[in-house]
């Protein structure tokens, strides 16, 4: 018992802190600071969903600060009625009947007293004859114009020829009466089958996803009708509001860019007989290109979709909205079938139970940049091969590919895994090349040698038969001199020119 009678004074106590800001308890400072913590925690989370447009539809803006802004809503009262809520509208419409009525009834009572027919001559030898017959008090002019306004007609309470002011306000109670039924029943009329009720079957999927789809990243979200009667030139659109700052330096809280999206067949227009999957492909021209797995989860914007098209039964035309923040969007994940044929009744079946419903698939975690870039990077090497002659031309199941990404890494480096029997067999044939190449080299230096050492062999004969002059000996030296610049490359400046012994020893060179 004193358990629930201290739990109850504690209830109080909160109770109390939040309605008036004063706990009741000594310790002040202790409820001030769980106060504070609570509002903290509601401001907070406000700003991490804080949206432009809710998931219902409805916008997330209101009008501050509008000059004359009562008499601009009272020159559109019409519109005005249509917006508002039902208690208000319900109460205008009873209350222009209702003061209608009393303020004729004002005006018959004013002519009634005017004209003597409350107080009517008893003495006089001459018939009195009222303005209205019947009618002797502000009850029965009350009656009286609920009567006229709606053409009632009881039978009792009429007007005559004796005052043409009162055949006046008849006619015109009958005019007015006509204006405010007509008024009213649009306004009711309007408010009833306006399109914004349309919108209530109209359903956006609760997440949107991002997955390959013929090997391109997509955006992807899902519209349904759950209606009979379907929506006519339907069509579909999205865009991206989040903040951006020009090349002038000016910063655009809102900036919003318009995102291509359409169905199966890359048109907005939709064939909406059941639901549908509206995509988004994330290229160069998409402002998702550089966004990664975890770039999306740090990013702040928000993805607005539309759906327009005029209702079958009414021709009236209808928009329903929605919106994604960065985290209702499931990276790596695909919706489920909804759509499936029954052979009993021959009929195609919705099953709205897997509306929401993904399912998680194999997705790379770097950004559409980056997985173009890898494409390029691999194209370009295993072109590179191809003239290498490293690897064949055609591929097998083991070859490189972009089947055989494991794994992508999350910064800017990407990791690629190769099989083992693909890389021993590369390197194999990268060797078998290599040493083919060397022996090539290897046998056209011979060749060159021997043509070399055969010009050598003739200068030793001439030498060894003996030509003493110093003519032919600086022939000798000169071919041999020409020779080595044939052979090294050397400038025939003379700058690099070797000595005698220097010589020889090159020419010794030459023969090893």
């Keep these: ?57 409805d916008c997330n803006v209101v009008q501050w600060n509008v000059a004359k802004r009562r008499r601009r809503y009272l020159q559109d009262i019409f519109t005005t009625l249509v917006d508002a809520q039902w208690r208000w509208t319900l109460l205008v419409f009873a209350l222009s009947f209702i003061l209608s009525w009393l303020l004729f009834a004002l005006i018959w009572w004013l002519i009634i007293f005017t004209h003597g027919d409350l107080n009517p001559p008893t003495n006089s030898s001459e018939v009195f004859i009222p303005c209205l017959n019947n009618v002797n008090s502000f009850t029965g002019c009350f009656l009286f114009s609920v009567e006229t306004q709606h053409t009632i007609g009881y039978g009792s309470r009429t007007t005559n020829e004796e005052c043409p002011e009162a055949i006046f306000v008849m006619c015109l109670q009958s005019i007015v009466g006509v204006f405010i039924q007509a008024f009213m029943v649009g306004l009711i009329f309007a408010k009833l089958a306006r399109a914004k009720k349309r919108n209530t079957t109209l359903l956006f999927s609760r997440n949107a996803v991002i997955c390959l789809r013929d090997g391109e990243y997509c955006l992807l979200f899902r519209v349904g009708d759950i209606r009979k009667s379907h929506i006519l030139e339907a069509h579909v659109r999205a865009q991206l509001i989040r903040k951006k700052i020009t090349r002038e330096g000016e910063m655009l809280p809102f900036y919003q860019q318009e995102l291509k999206v359409g169905a199966d067949g890359e048109e907005d227009r939709l064939m909406f007989i059941w639901p549908m999957t509206i995509v988004h492909k994330i290229n160069e021209k998409s402002p998702l290109y550089n966004l990664s797995a975890s770039d999306m989860l740090r990013e702040r914007f928000e993805i607005v979709v539309m759906l327009e098209g005029v209702i079958e039964s009414t021709g009236m035309t209808t928009q329903a909205r929605s919106s994604y923040l960065p985290s209702e969007i499931q990276w790596g994940h695909r919706f489920e079938t909804m759509v499936s044929f029954r052979k009993d009744t021959g009929e195609y079946e919705v099953d709205y139970t897997r509306f929401n419903n993904t399912y998680e698939v194999d997705t790379p975690l770097c950004s559409a940049k980056q997985l173009d870039e890898l494409r390029a990077t691999v194209s370009t090497s295993q072109k590179l091969d191809r003239m290498l002659g490293t690897i064949p031309k055609t591929f097998s199941n083991d070859t490189l590919d972009m089947s055989s990404v494991d794994s992508m890494s999350l910064d800017e480096h990407i990791e690629i895994k190769i099989p083992e029997a693909r890389v021993r067999e590369n390197r194999l044939m990268a060797q078998n090349n290599f040493v083919q190449h060397v022996n090539e080299k290897t046998r056209y230096s011979h060749t060159h040698l021997a043509v070399e050492n055969g010009h050598e062999n003739y200068i ?8 003493p002059d110093s003519k032919e000996h600086h022939m000798h030296r000169s071919h041999s001199h020409a020779s080595m610049k044939k052979v090294h490359g050397l400038t025939p400046n003379g700058i690099n020119h070797a000595n005698g012994n220097d010589q020889k020893i090159e020419h010794n060179k030459i023969k090893k």
């Design 1 to 57: 018992m004193f358990k629930r009678m201290s739990g109850l004074k504690r209830c109080i106590s909160q109770v109390s802190m939040f309605m008036t800001g004063k706990p009741l308890n000594s310790s002040e400072s202790a409820w001030r600071e769980e106060l504070q913590k609570y509002r903290n925690a509601r401001y907070a989370a406000r700003r991490v969903r804080k949206r432009v447009i809710f998931k219902h539809g």
């Design 460 to 467: 030793k004969n001439n030498s060894v038969v003996g030509i």
